[in-house]
């Protein structure tokens, strides 16, 4: 059902254009030319949201404004003042309005707000009804209401109440975690342990240990019995993290895991039996590690039954004001500031980028951004600064060297090593932007590290 809004305001002619862009937009629009009509109409009749002039003719905009929360509890205000004026729409947020306009303003910037708004009263109504039903789900913590995201909570809830094991696939930074983190939480094992394990961050020689466990004296190191992931998780979830990393040689192990529920820890010779729902997740094509003989189709198929595919922020931007207000809220309280919003030339920028690092990276450039602000609202100067310190190695124009008087070897380690320094210069130390700048695994490049003596803490920003 479409959206219902009122609009309050005694100049004919911009009553009409706003009517008529809200109309363009699918919005159901009713008009009051006086505060007092605002009042009668909104307490008659339920709206979404009312758009109310200062000055009017009778009873100003900031007297309505207490009546109005009489008789549309719940219901935001946006009020709009004359040129000169934005002293009065200041004091109207002070006295609980949600946002102001100074005339004139964009409509383009107009029905960014207005959708922030509408989109925050529809959370704060399903979050009412979920209240009456006995609780909240994990669902809202997964931000979109776009086609593609409305998609993927469908069949979240759909997977989460079964008990077969599940494969997320998806770019880095499209929230594979976050999905493992709601599914487990809506599951039947929610009470029960939530154990994760990155397979590209372990080393090689360790990583059937940290799963499996080991006994006593397997190996030089082993003083005691140590339980492995498998076992941790009794009872609950297992995620394992970044699965098309895992070793070629331990696949045959996790797939016996997986499909029997049991394997041994390293050292022992007596199979442990396993309760365990797998979560996998990854960035890579599981189908072309299968082709190119770097993970078995065995594993492959057994884990590829429930499966979740993560749409990347570029094919999903209507959600971006809904993550910028997600983003700013939790940046003003990181770091104690009082930004309302973005500006929609702002948002014009956010939405003309394709975020190859995603939701992650977006993330960064908001929280970026809010420290450069020095207003209310993040302009595209703020952008701009944030976006110097975001933006994946190839937009940085880095210098590389040319290898000029070195025997080739040395030319290309030195030619890696530099390309490997920028991607974490530009990528403020984070190893797994670095990564996707670079086009390697995360595991990749932790090797590359190792090679070239790198300390990615000295990136950080």
């Known amino acids: 059902m479409a959206e219902k809004i009122l609009v309050v305001d005694d100049d004919r002619a911009f009553q009409g254009m706003l009517v008529e862009a809200l109309a363009d937009k699918g919005y159901v629009v009713e008009t ?55 002293e009065s729409g200041v004091t109207a947020m002070q006295q609980g309005a949600y946002d ?15 959708r922030r708004a509408l989109e925050k009263r529809r959370l704060q109504v399903e979050l009412a009804e979920l209240k009456r039903r006995g609780g909240s789900s994990p669902l809202h913590n997964i931000i979109g209401h776009s086609a593609p995201m409305m998609a993927v909570k469908e069949r979240i809830s759909r997977v989460a109440e ?8 998806g770019e880095t930074g499209t929230g594979k975690e976050l999905v493992a983190d709601t599914i487990h939480a809506l599951s039947a094992r929610a009470k029960a342990p939530f154990v994760k394990i990155n397979c590209a961050a372990i080393p090689e020689n360790l990583i059937e240990s940290e799963l ?56 022992g010779a007596k199979p442990i039996q396993y309760d365990v729902r797998i979560i996998a997740a990854t960035n890579q094509e599981l189908e072309q590690r299968v082709r190119d003989g770097e993970f078995r189709s065995d594993l492959y198929y ?21 993550l910028a207000e997600f983003f700013l809220d939790r940046a003003n309280r990181r770091l104690g500031t009082d930004i309302t919003g973005v500006s929609a030339e702002a948002m014009e920028i956010f939405f003309n980028y394709d975020w190859p690092g995603n939701v992650r990276q977006f993330a960064n450039a908001v929280e970026r951004a809010a420290i450069f602000c020095t207003s ?75 090679k070239h003596g790198i300390d990615p803490v000295l990136f950080k920003k």
């Open 162 to 169: 079964l008990n077969a094991d599940v494969l997320i696939m």
């Open 212 to 267: 499996f466990g080991h006994e006593k004296g397997a190996f030089t190191g082993a003083t005691s019995m140590k339980q492995g992931k498998f076992e941790l998780a009794k009872g609950g979830s297992l995620m394992l993290d970044e699965i098309g990393d895992m070793p070629l040689h331990l696949q045959p192990k996790l797939l016996r895991a997986v499909e029997q529920k049991q394997a041994e820890r390293v050292g």
């Open 32 to 86: 009051a030319a006086s505060a007092e009509e605002g009042i009668k109409k909104a307490g008659a009749s339920a709206f979404d949201l009312i758009l109310h002039d200062i000055q009017l003719p009778g009873m100003s905009g900031l007297e309505a404004l207490k009546h109005l929360a009489e008789v549309a509890p719940g219901v935001d205000v946006i009020v709009m003042t004359g040129y000169g004026s934005k």
């Open 376 to 450: 209310t609202r993040i302009t595209p100067a703020e952008v701009d600064q944030a976006f110097s310190n975001t933006r994946p190695v190839e937009d940085c124009g880095v210098y590389v060297p040319t290898g000029e008087g070195l025997p080739l070897k040395q030319a290309l380690m030195e030619y890696e090593k530099t390309l490997i320094e920028n991607a974490l210069r530009a990528c403020g130390g984070v190893q797994t932007e670095a990564a996707t700048a670079l086009g390697v695994s995360a595991k990749n490049l932790w090797n590359k590290l190792r």
């Open 100 to 114: 102001y306009f100074e005339k004139p303003f964009s409509l383009r910037e107009m029905e960014v707000v207005v």
């Open 302 to 322: 057994r884990l590829n039954v429930a499966t979740l595919i993560l749409p990347p922020l570029r094919e999903r931007k209507s959600d971006l004001p809904q």
